[in-house]
């Protein structure tokens, strides 16, 4: 799933590529993408794009007044092509064409159709729930002290930094850098940290920024569907922490995998990876 550096780049790139030009026709082939009717897409027929940005982890593509926010979820991606879409492919969600002849491409990998969009008037995409729950941003990093209150709660780190309404941006390949990078334990809860563990935590969101500024230097104006990303220690089990060598040790949960380095921040402990325990059971 991208997260806050991958889409933060996409928007970039989008914006760099797409401010200006002039909307000729929109199509959702996406059954269930659209989760507005009113206004309808071919209200953006005519209009210009004028910015593309990122909130949280969802892409917003603005035409004036009217703005696209998109979910992607877990397989979506957003990008621009230089040809349209054929009618076959069973990856297009919602097409935005140009005038120029490119073709504004949000697609979906996968079986499942999870990703979708909401056509908004741009000064109301902070009222819309998705956004408007969302915690503060975490990058760039919020004050010491907001970041403080948003994480004090009696829930373990991994999935507490995870959950959009509480920090934003942050999701399951992240999470594992930030806490790697602050020494911290997976299953420390935010409301156990002292002054000086909250202090660490909120100094290691820089790895999102240091993700952002790599991605700036090594992609080049077209991004590839899936990005290189710099991660140290997300799946990275079995190879030596780049920091002190021991071996990186995961858990893995039904859907996602969770790595870490014992020596440094779970005081030397492995812990019960839950798929072994499950089959053993
Ligand atoms: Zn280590």
Redesign the pocket.
């Known amino acids: 799933m991208p997260e806050l550096p991958e889409v933060e780049i996409v928007a970039r790139r989008l914006n760099a590529s797409l401010a200006g030009a002039v909307v000729e026709s929109v199509l959702a082939p996406g059954m269930n993408v659209m989760k507005t009717f009113d206004p309808p897409l071919d209200a953006l027929v005519g209009r210009e794009v004028t910015a593309v940005l990122r909130i949280g982890k969802m892409p917003v593509v603005k035409f004036g007044d009217l703005a696209l926010l998109i979910h992607l979820m877990s397989a979506g991606r957003l990008r621009v092509f230089d040809k349209r879409a054929s009618a076959k492919d069973r990856a297009s969600r919602v097409l935005v064409r140009l005038s120029d002849g490119r073709e504004l491409r949000l697609r979906e990998f996968g079986t499942k159709q999870r990703a979708w969009a909401k056509l908004l008037e741009t000064d109301a995409i902070g009222e819309e729930e998705m956004v408007a729950t969302l915690g503060p941003e975490a990058w760039p990093p919020p004050p010491l002290e907001a970041f403080a209150a948003a994480i004090d709660q009696p829930r373990h780190l991994h999935p507490l930094l995870r959950h959009q309404k509480d920090i934003a941006g942050i999701g399951r390949s992240w999470v594992d850098e930030i806490l790697?990078e602050a020494r911290l334990s997976p299953f420390k809860k935010g409301s156990e940290l002292d002054a000086e563990e909250v202090e660490r935590l909120h100094a290691a969101l820089h790895v999102l920024g240091d993700a952002i500024e790599h991605y700036e230097e090594t992609l080049g104006p077209e991004l590839p569907d899936k990005m290189p990303m710099p991660l140290k220690v997300h799946r990275r089990e079995g190879e030596p922490?780049p920091?002190?060598?021991?071996t990186i040790e995961a858990v893995f949960y039904e859907d996602y995998v969770m790595c870490y380095?014992p020596?440094?921040?779970t005081g030397g402990k492995v812990l019960k990876d839950r798929r072994l325990s499950r089959l053993l059971k």
């Open positions: 790697w922490c920091r002190c060598g021991t380095c020596q440094e921040q």
